[in-house]
């Protein structure tokens, strides 16, 4: 896995692996775990139902729901209604674009060079036999609980599968290292601090860069000390009991 790309061919993934495909022209990208076979665990929302965040995110974001426009793929049929956590065969998850694979347990130089979030996290996984089994645990029960783009999404998903990390309060984003950075680049603009810190617009992208890159360092779940480990039976029995995801513990 390179700085440049974590871009990988078919053949080189094995069950167990985190992958995701950019979407709507590298604004966001679709986060699932390969269990085998050409196939893919993930969690989505169904299509057109992504729209209504309340924000300018409403003008780009379209749901990553498997679509079919035509005949419907003859492994999966039409799945562009399904919601939850689904499972599809790899063209279907890809929807045309790249193939990539997230990284874990990156040293924090390598994290903070790839820049953009959502592609790499500090956190180790686990080994891919536990993986496999939370991701098909929460397939069989549909567990993971209500779609929310800025606290529960598709990366958290296949974090979560990858991890068994939780994060344990309500008021703060989820494991999302895509929806970190976002965060963390609106902090960075927006932080009062800055206009005192420097007058030159040199300086003044100096501490911002500096600003994205400690707050995207902070959020990563790798070292957050609000995440727990939770077993995925855990999870499912609480949210069936209606106990938030992030309440977990």
Not at 129 to 158: Q, S
Request: aromatic share 10%.
């Amino acid at each position: 896995m390179s700085i440049l790309s974590n871009k990988v061919e078919r053949e080189e993934l094995a069950p167990g692996d985190h992958i995701y495909s950019w979407r709507s022209a590298y604004i966001y990208a679709h986060h699932g775990i390969y269990v085998g076979d050409g196939m893919v665990i993930h969690f989505t929302r169904a299509a057109g139902q992504e729209i209504g965040t309340g924000t300018v995110l409403d003008q780009f974001l379209f749901s990553s729901s498997p679509s079919n426009s035509g005949t419907p793929c003859e492994k999966c049929g039409d799945q562009s209604n399904l919601h939850g956590v689904i499972t599809s065969c790899l063209d279907c998850f890809l929807a045309g674009g790249n193939l990539y694979l997230f990284s874990y347990s990156v040293t924090p130089t390598f994290f903070l060079a790839k820049a953009r979030g959502g592609t790499c996290t500090l956190a180790p996984s686990d080994p891919p036999n536990i993986v496999l089994h939370r991701a098909k645990y929460l397939l069989d029960n549909n567990g993971f609980g209500m779609y929310c783009l800025f606290k529960n999404n598709c990366e958290d998903f296949a974090i979560y599968c990858k991890t068994g990390l939780l994060v344990e309060t309500t008021f703060s984003v989820g494991r999302s290292g895509q929806i970190s950075s976002v965060l963390a680049a609106i902090t960075s603009i927006m932080s009062s601090p800055l206009r005192f810190l420097t007058t030159s617009a040199s300086g003044l992208m100096v501490v911002a860069s500096g600003m994205y890159c400690v707050s995207r360092y902070v959020s990563d779940i790798g070292i957050r000390r609000d995440a727990n480990k939770i077993p995925v039976e855990t999870l499912v029995a609480q949210l069936c009991q209606g106990v938030p995801q992030t309440m977990a513990t």
